[in-house]
């Protein structure tokens, strides 16, 4: 995304990817609902989920998406895609600096609210917007199952 004087403008790119991945986010079977936030300028997109479609047992469960392109148009992105739901359980995939993890790519997972987090190294095997986020609900779904 360029910004007005012809520039780089890292607000825009990063609300351009959250505009397309709530558009995406809500074409999956489990999600009854998305929002960016804030309206016009979002910096993380929330969506409902029905966490049965998902394998968990749970009667609500929300996914928060955070994206920022980065300073520079060729910048890796920072994200998070993190699932929370009812039970407590929640869990998630992130690409950004975590001073509990050494690497950028990590998941993150505690099976109640006030549990410690336990933190693993992950690879992406893109970091394109949407078919991270296809990735991303493939490895929240099998998550849930294995529950």
Do not use: K
């Not at 955070?66 to 869990?91: I, M």
């Amino acid at each position: 995304m360029f910004a007005f004087d012809g520039g780089y403008d890292p607000g825009e790119a990063s609300h351009t990817a959250l505009l397309e991945l709530r558009r995406t986010v809500e074409r999956h079977p489990a999600v009854r609902h998305a929002t960016g936030e804030p309206p016009g300028q979002f910096i993380h997109v929330a969506a409902t989920l029905d966490p049965t479609v998902l394998g968990s047992d749970a009667d609500a469960g929300t996914l928060t998406i955070r994206w920022y392109a980065g300073e520079t148009a060729d910048a890796e992105p920072a994200f998070a895609f993190h699932y929370s739901d009812a039970t407590g359980f929640d869990c998630g995939w992130h690409h950004e600096p975590n001073p509990h993890v050494e690497e950028r790519a990590h998941s993150q997972e505690r099976p109640i609210a006030d549990d410690d987090y336990e933190y693993d190294a992950v690879e992406f095997g893109s970091l394109q917007p949407v078919p991270l986020l296809w990735a991303i609900l493939d490895r929240l779904e099998a998550r849930l199952t294995d529950r």
